[in-house]
């Protein structure tokens, strides 16, 4: 069976229900901010932020409409995020589609973006949980912190993977695990199991980052990134960090520091790009990604309370790994 299938398998119904109620939390009737609202839910997605919330609440007692509300609210909370990181990074496209800046402009963004962020708050106070509220607040809070980071790192002339592990669990590794912790909230797990899915959580995170970065070493439209895009804007990710600092090579460092200048030429990107490939910066960032793997896989072990959310969550972290956009 196809993974995603399998993933969805445990909760189909409540995925669904999901859908619903994050489609009406968009629908509006003012003119273009209803125009805007649907083009922000053309672009959905798989859901697999949401897929997470509802099978940590299903190994830990099962999906409520708590568990509802916070799953639309934490995503309504990446949604915004995701409107505004486009304004930041001037990105034109995302999800292989215009970005909302890029198809009506900046103002629109940043209002709609705090539009949607409003309502996610609105949905999360409907769970009428206090510790579900405080998390998705400091999600917030991590997620903007993130982005000042990775902005103030490009300032950095160190080529740190402890900097680079620093942002990612203030982005990406804080979304999913939140996931796990507002999942697990929702069905009342006690605090030693949210430890626990917090955990998961993180390396779950982690692993997706890495795949994400490994894509823009390789041109692929599908996924509406193009080769060497962080670069371009700035970032130095997993695979270029191993093979500066396994190397030291001091031609490719300077190009090294023109990334992070932002005077860089494309010529210059497919240069630091064919250097990472050569010196083993793609098999170093798969290798980090199994070794998580591995620490998720005893959480899953460990934690599953039967056959169908292990299958299920042991197909999730597969398909973060494996996915091709």
């Given at each position: 069976?196809?993974?995603?299938?399998?993933?969805?398998?445990?909760i189909?119904?409540?995925?669904?229900?999901?859908?619903?109620?994050?489609?009406?939390?968009?629908?509006?009737?003012?003119?273009?901010?209803?125009?805007v609202?649907e083009?922000?839910?053309?672009?959905?997605?798989k859901?697999?932020r949401?897929?997470?919330i509802?099978?940590?609440a299903?190994?830990?007692?099962?999906?409520n409409?708590?568990?509802?509300?916070?799953a639309?609210?934490?995503?309504?909370?990446h949604?915004?995020s995701?409107?505004?990181?486009?304004?930041?990074?001037e990105?034109?496209?995302r999800?292989?589609?215009?970005s909302?800046?890029?198809e009506y402009?900046?103002k629109?963004?940043?209002?709609v973006?705090?539009?949607?962020?409003s309502?996610?708050?609105?949905?999360?106070s409907?769970?009428?949980?206090?510790?579900?509220?405080?998390?998705?607040?400091?999600?917030?809070?991590?997620?903007?912190?993130?982005?000042?980071?990775?902005?103030s790192?490009?300032q950095?002339?160190?080529?740190?993977?402890d900097?680079?592990?620093?942002?990612?669990?203030?982005?990406?590794?804080?979304l999913?695990e939140?996931?796990?912790e507002?999942?697990?909230?929702s069905?009342?797990a006690n605090?030693e199991?949210?430890?626990?899915?917090r955990?998961f959580?993180r390396?779950?995170?982690?692993?997706?980052q890495?795949?994400d970065?490994?894509?823009?070493?390789?041109?692929?439209?599908?996924?509406?990134?193009?080769?060497?895009?962080?670069?371009?804007?700035g970032?130095?990710?997993?695979?270029?960090?191993?093979?500066?600092?396994?190397?030291?090579d001091?031609?490719?460092?300077?190009?090294?520091?023109?990334?992070k200048r932002?005077?860089?030429?494309?010529d210059?990107i497919?240069?630091?790009?064919?250097?990472?490939?050569?010196?083993?910066?793609?098999?170093?960032?798969?290798?980090?990604?199994l070794e998580l793997?591995y620490?998720?896989?005893?959480y899953?072990?460990s934690?599953s309370v039967?056959?169908?959310?292990?299958t299920s969550l042991?197909?999730y972290i597969?398909?973060?790994?494996q996915?091709?956009?």
């Amino acid at each position: 069976m196809e993974q995603l299938s399998l993933i969805k398998r445990p909760i189909e119904g409540e995925l669904d229900d999901f859908i619903k109620l994050f489609n009406d939390s968009l629908s509006h009737t003012d003119g273009l901010l209803s125009q805007v609202l649907e083009h922000i839910k053309s672009r959905g997605g798989k859901r697999m932020r949401p897929m997470l919330i509802l099978l940590i609440a299903k190994n830990y007692g099962g999906v409520n409409s708590v568990t509802q509300h916070s799953a639309v609210g934490l995503e309504l909370l990446h949604t915004a995020s995701l409107v505004h990181d486009d304004v930041v990074d001037e990105s034109v496209e995302r999800r292989g589609q215009a970005s909302v800046n890029a198809e009506y402009n900046n103002k629109v963004a940043v209002l709609v973006g705090d539009y949607v962020l409003s309502t996610a708050l609105l949905n999360v106070s409907l769970t009428n949980n206090s510790k579900i509220v405080q998390s998705l607040a400091e999600l917030g809070r991590t997620l903007s912190n993130g982005e000042i980071l990775q902005l103030s790192n490009i300032q950095n002339t160190d080529f740190s993977e402890d900097v680079y592990y620093e942002v990612i669990k203030m982005k990406t590794a804080a979304l999913f695990e939140a996931c796990c912790e507002i999942g697990a909230m929702s069905a009342n797990a006690n605090d030693e199991d949210l430890l626990k899915a917090r955990n998961f959580g993180r390396n779950l995170g982690i692993i997706f980052q890495i795949r994400d970065d490994i894509f823009d070493y390789y041109d692929s439209k599908e996924i509406g990134k193009p080769t060497g895009n962080d670069m371009a804007e700035g970032k130095l990710t997993l695979p270029v960090l191993y093979a500066l600092n396994s190397t030291h090579d001091a031609e490719m460092e300077e190009i090294a520091r023109k990334v992070k200048r932002g005077d860089v030429t494309r010529d210059e990107i497919a240069l630091l790009v064919d250097f990472t490939k050569a010196n083993g910066g793609i098999e170093y960032a798969e290798q980090k990604m199994l070794e998580l793997r591995y620490k998720c896989l005893e959480y899953i072990d460990s934690e599953s309370v039967s056959d169908e959310i292990r299958t299920s969550l042991t197909s999730y972290i597969d398909y973060v790994i494996q996915r091709k956009k």
